[in-house]
């Protein structure tokens, strides 16, 4: 079975189980899979994986928002504080959850599913 009908059985599979297209597929998993990433979904990762990615991406948007926007005369210092302070807890939470509701579903390991 390829990357992409594993994919499309497991979003099958998570909407029957009443999870929404943007938490089976994220916009960062789309993306990552658009450029030829072969990453597994977020719910068969780690929470370390997932804290990683989703903080990481937080922290970038929150970070173009921040030159971007009205804030401009804040310090770099109190930037990089906010940056870090807010990537840590959105990934923090969004692993968090993922995880959870992995377990709840008793998915297995992404090399054997489907199981």
Known sequence: MTHRE??????????????????????????????GWRLPPPHFLSFAANFLVFGA??????????????????????????ISIFGVVFGAAIAGVVWYQARKLQLPRWGSYPA
């Open 6 to 35: 594993k994919v499309k059985l497991w979003s099958r599979q998570a909407a029957a189980n009443g999870l929404g297209r943007f938490r089976v597929t994220p916009l960062q998993w789309r993306i990552f899979w658009l450029v």
């Open 57 to 82: 991406s937080f922290a970038l948007i929150w970070a173009a928002y921040l030159v971007t926007s009205r804030y401009r005369s804040i310090t770099s210092l109190r930037a990089v504080v906010e």
